[in-house]
Nanobody
Framework: QVQLVESGGGLVQAGSSLRLSCTASGRTFRNYVMGWFRQAPGKEREFVAVIGWNGGSTYYTDSVKGRFTIARDNAKNTLSLQMNSLKPEDTAVYYC??????????????????WGQGTQVTVSS
């Protein structure tokens, strides 16, 4: 198993920045594709970004391209999401997930085997 713990959420004003972290323990972190998802109140959990095993490949949902940056440090078993130019519509609980395969389903929740408990991000206008 992989245990994932997110941190770094908070309440910020529109236009601000936040950096989320996800710390992994258990099985070898570098063996997993890592993704960030978010869930706003009353909405389904949605894909935000994903990064490949060695960090060489990344993919973002259109709404965060150019504003968010996903990164990983395999030596420290950490995943991060740098979020700049935050908007009120970015308000959600953010979750990190770990999966073993990068294929056409990488944007789907079902592609990930392990999840953290989430961290709240609230962006005020």
């Amino acid at each position: 198993q992989v245990q994932l713990v997110e941190s770094g959420g908070g309440l910020v004003q529109a236009g601000s920045s936040l950096r989320l972290s996800c710390t992994a323990s258990g099985r070898t972190f570098r063996n997993y594709v890592m993704g960030w998802f978010r869930q706003a109140p009353g909405k389904e959990r949605e894909f935000v970004a994903v990064i490949g095993w060695n960090g060489g490949s990344t993919y973002y949902t259109d709404s965060v391209k150019g504003r968010f940056t996903i990164a990983r440090d395999n030596a420290k078993n950490t995943l991060s999401l740098q979020m700049n130019s935050l908007k009120p519509e970015d308000t959600a609980v953010y979750y990190c997930g770990a999966g073993t395969t990068w294929d056409g389903n990488i944007r789907k929740i079902s592609a990930y085997d392990y999840w953290g408990q989430g961290t709240q991000v609230t962006v005020s206008s």
